[in-house]
């Protein structure tokens, strides 16, 4: 599957910002799809996961305040980030895979990354 990321931006400390990921080649449904989040010098970060068994996970750092989401019609994923940080200011992949939904090695597929810059 080929995964197309869009949505990244800059923005201010409360805003809120959009992603998108739209897979061409496959059903997006039969696979756990995912943001990571990704910062010069770091481990690339799970964020959040809407998995083949339609079950969702958030990571403890951004509960409450990004929400995954998918649209099968479209084929696609979306993450709806509101009440942006400073520390949210990083490179976001989605990515598509179908074993281990927290780890960035167990994903087949990667969308190509979309900035998002929160300045105070």
């Known amino acids: 599957v080929q995964l197309q990321a869009s949505g990244g931006g800059l923005v201010q400390a409360g805003d809120p910002l959009r992603l998108s990921c739209t897979a061409s080649?496959?059903?997006?449904?039969?696979?756990?799809m995912a943001w990571f989040q990704e910062v010069p010098g770091e481990e690339r970060e799970f964020v959040a996961v809407w998995d083949r068994f339609g079950r969702i996970y958030h990571a403890d750092s951004v509960k409450g305040r990004f929400t995954i989401s998918r649209d099968v019609a479209e084929n696609a994923v979306f993450l709806q980030m509101n009440s942006l940080q400073t520390e949210d200011t990083a490179v976001y992949y989605c990515?598509?895979?179908?074993?281990?939904?927290?780890?960035?090695?167990?994903?087949?597929?990667w969308g190509q990354g979309t900035q998002v810059t929160v300045s105070s």
């Open positions: 080649g496959r059903s997006l449904s039969t696979y756990n």
């Open positions: 990515a598509a895979g179908r074993s281990n939904i927290y780890r960035p090695d167990a994903y087949d597929s």
